[in-house]
């Protein structure tokens, strides 16, 4: 991706937004944001369009081809409610360029101003880029701080990693049966299980707090390296043999790193439930 060309869409969305009676303002957040050096080439443009009335904008997609040329747009909604459009926009050879637009209403930003409390994103980074009506003036400046993440509490970890051996169990009977990509879809189940305990693993071993990300991202530089190795291990091809190795160093890993989990924690480890799925295996 050209920054050449990811500017040109910033500056077409700014034109777009400043003749738009409804919209009061547009802030960007995410990596070209935060200033940490963390943006390369790659970056996405993340934006939140601060509007009067989301729904005008949520149920008529024009606006984003007043744009520029999008290739594929889709409509997601956040857990906080607001709307979430995210667009590719086309420029031939010089590449692509993708938007995430939250579409989020001025109590988004007036809920921080008087907590005096940024969310996770704001805090991380965030740049105003227009603002009208003056929506963002008392918005606390961010502070760059790693959202605080605690443990969790210990029904929540037994019910997780008894979910894992839960999903464990039917992969040797897929295998059995030839169903490889039946293999596939319990094994990613499984990856997710497994990145939600390297998370905690991250969190549990460091003495200072620790920016896990989400979805993987950064992963290398928040786990330990005996972790980052043992995980590449955990990958297989699409045949029975290779498949099967891959599912028992999952399970070796996944255990290693709940047990040291429960033991930082002060949990007890379910032994009788990995005692008995492994026990199947056979």
């Not at 979430?84 to 637009?101: E, H, P, Q």
């Not at 009977?173 to 693993?201: C, I, N, P, S």
């Not at 996944?254 to 295996?281: D, M, N, Q």
Request: hydrophobic share 40%; no cysteine.
């Amino acid at each position: 991706m050209s920054s050449t060309r990811r500017d040109d869409v910033l500056a077409s969305i700014l034109r777009w937004a400043g003749a738009r009676e409804d919209v009061a303002a547009v802030i960007q957040t995410g990596s070209l944001a935060r200033g940490d050096g963390s943006a390369d080439a790659f970056s996405d443009v993340d934006l939140e369009i601060i509007a009067h009335d989301t729904r005008l904008l949520a149920k008529d997609d024009r606006w984003l081809s007043a744009i520029a040329d999008p290739i594929i747009v889709l409509h997601l909604e956040q857990d906080d409610g607001w709307p979430t459009r995210l667009a590719i926009y086309d420029n031939g050879m010089d590449g692509s360029v993708k938007v995430d637009f939250t579409l989020a209403a001025p109590r988004r930003l007036q809920e921080m101003i008087s907590s005096r409390k940024l969310n996770a994103l704001y805090m991380r980074g965030y740049r105003v880029l227009l603002d009208k009506d003056g929506v963002t003036k008392d918005l606390p400046p961010p502070s760059g701080d790693v959202p605080r993440r605690s443990l969790p509490a210990e029904e929540e970890f037994r019910r997780r990693v008894e979910e894992f051996w839960f999903e464990a169990f039917h992969i040797p009977k897929y295998l059995a049966r030839g169903e490889l990509f039946l293999v596939k879809q319990r094994d990613w189940t499984m990856k997710e299980l497994l990145l939600e305990m390297m998370e905690w693993h991250a969190l549990a071993l460091s003495p200072a707090p620790v920016d896990v990300w989400h979805l993987g991202a950064r992963l290398r530089q928040w786990t330990d390296p005996g972790t980052w190795r043992d995980l590449q291990r955990t990958f297989g091809h699409f045949d029975a043999d290779d498949a099967r190795r891959a599912f028992e160093e999952t399970t070796t890993l996944y255990s290693r790193l709940a047990r040291e989990v429960a033991r930082k924690a002060g949990f007890p480890y379910p032994e009788a439930v990995e005692a008995k799925i492994r026990a199947t295996f056979k």
